[in-house]
């Protein structure tokens, strides 16, 4: 495991939850937005492991599809204000 990579995603993933609740409004589409904040959650994933390549990139893809759609379930239920 790579600690820099680890201290650097803990960090990333504050600011995700910060920013999630957040009161502002940005005028980027939503979709674009999760898939961006993702993607960059999922590459900091596949580089927090030393293994192979293959590995790597099942375990990157399957987080960021997990999250992603996760994150929209969510959503769903929250409330709408």
């Known amino acids: ?6 201290i650097g ?3 990333y993933l504050l600011l995700m939850g ?3 609740f957040a009161p502002i409004e940005l005028n980027i589409n939503d979709k674009l ?3 961006s904040l993702f993607c960059i959650l999922s590459m ?4 927090i ?5 293959k590995r790597n990139l099942i375990l990157g893809t399957t ?3 997990a999250c992603a759609i996760g994150s929209e ?5 929250l409330p709408k204000f």
């Open 63 to 65: 987080s960021f599809l």
């Open 44 to 47: 900091f994933l596949y580089f």
């Open 9 to 11: 995603l803990c960090f």
């Open 18 to 20: 910060v920013l999630g």
């Open 33 to 35: 937005l999760h898939f």
């Open 1 to 6: 495991m790579r600690t820099f990579v680890l």
């Open 49 to 53: 492991w030393n293994l192979s390549l």
């Open 73 to 77: 379930f969510i959503q769903g239920l």
